[in-house]
């Protein structure tokens, strides 16, 4: 059982509080209250932030005494909005928001993963008619070891979790998020992740 704090109460955050306390965490979910993220990230030893990644970095540097030394999974892609509410173009083109973090957070372990599909996915890996692949990118190998026990928690096998290596690699995972408006538009909301086939 492991203390969990989840900054963003919108369909990606609630759907994974859900399933995280399914799977007997701690789960505290911080609304837009004044302190309220200040309180559950103080009281958590895992931080995901799951708030819209226009304005990630701005949340997260706010709470940068109550993230030292705590594991934040970042699982929001940083993207202005097209005219239909769909990801347009990237925010952080030749980087991305987890290397964002992880600069402006030094004391802070940011582990980029489950960005690379649509949110019921996260949960529910095993629905998907092929193998779906979670990707992990971070700096610190205990927190990615952390992070991989907590998606095995989820769902997601073994073999199914690359590890990409540092954090510089989640510009790769976080630039997959320009194909998702076209994949929309084309088959609509139907849940699919990206995949490495093997």
Do not use: C
């Not at 990409?164 to 790769?172: K, V």
């Amino acid at each position: 059982m492991t203390t969990i704090a989840v900054l963003g109460n919108g369909r990606v955050g609630g759907n994974l509080a859900t399933a995280l306390t399914r799977a007997g965490h701690e789960v505290t979910v911080a609304d837009r209250t004044p302190g309220a993220a200040a309180d559950a990230a103080r009281r958590a030893r895992i931080v995901i932030n799951a708030t819209p990644g226009n304005g990630s970095l701005d949340r997260l540097v706010a709470l940068r005494e109550e993230l030292r030394g705590k594991i934040l999974v970042d699982v929001s892609n940083a993207t202005t909005d097209g005219p239909d509410g769909l990801p347009a173009d990237l925010i952080y083109p030749g980087s991305s928001l987890a290397e964002q973090l992880q600069e402006a957070l030094p004391e802070t372990h940011v582990v980029k993963t489950l960005n690379t599909m649509l949110f019921p996915v996260m949960t529910a890996p095993a629905t998907l008619t092929q193998t779906p692949t979670a990707f992990l990118s971070g700096e610190d190998p205990q927190a990615k070891q952390t992070v991989h026990e907590l998606l095995t928690d989820l769902g997601w096998h073994k073999e199914w979790i690359t590890d990409l290596g540092g954090i510089q690699t989640a510009r790769a995972t976080e630039a997959a998020i320009l194909f998702v408006p076209h994949v929309i538009r084309s088959t609509g909301f139907t849940p699919f992740a990206i995949s490495i086939a093997r």
